[in-house]
């Protein structure tokens, strides 16, 4: 259950453009110091919901949606709520479509303050979650061989997210995405991984993030 909680708030966050999970840490500060939310990654604020609100994460999150006028969210990953909400109403901020991939002049960080540019090829979190599902057993020779990370991180990183393939997976791929930085590209991503033992749908999937 504790796997399946971790999941779902990973992909709830993921979910989000970024002006909204700055503004998700920001309506979470009356339970949680601002201090400890602000430097807080999509990753690291699960963690800190997880230990702050234990079997009861889920729910405190989708007050929070609720008030960021999210229901559609709420009701996609069938979040429980003390009350019945609303009929989905289709999300569409300032009236522009969601899905724009990588526009640098949309969204402001709280405050005002303009978002830094922004690589529109640059792979997000949302695009490693999906290769994260895609990836196989293999995971730690794919990052070792493949990505160049150290045999002793990614043991931290199965210690660190216990019996969570899927999520294995993701936090390896985000350390080489970190790393990277701006380099971080979907062909970029495709190159390191086109030999490696993989299921040939990964490679479709990111040959198909190119052709957006």
Known sequence: MARDERVTLLEVHL???E????SLKFLLEEQIPAGVLLPASRPELCRILLQRFPGNSLRVIAGILRQLGRHDLIQRFQLPLEEQIPEEIPW??????????????SGCRPGGIPAPPVNPWRLTEKDLMQVAQRLGKEWQEVGILHLGLERSRLEQIQEENPGSPVLWNFQMLREW??????????SQLRS???????????LDFLQSLQGD
């Open 192 to 202: 390191c991984l086109e030999h490696a033992r993989l299921d040939p749908g990964i």
């Open 177 to 186: 995405w970190q790393r990277e930085r701006q380099d971080a590209t979907v």
């Open 19 to 22: 002006e909204q999970f700055q």
């Open 15 to 17: 979910a989000l453009p």
């Open 92 to 105: 569409e901020p300032n009236g522009d479509t969601p899905n724009v991939r990588g526009d640098p002049t």
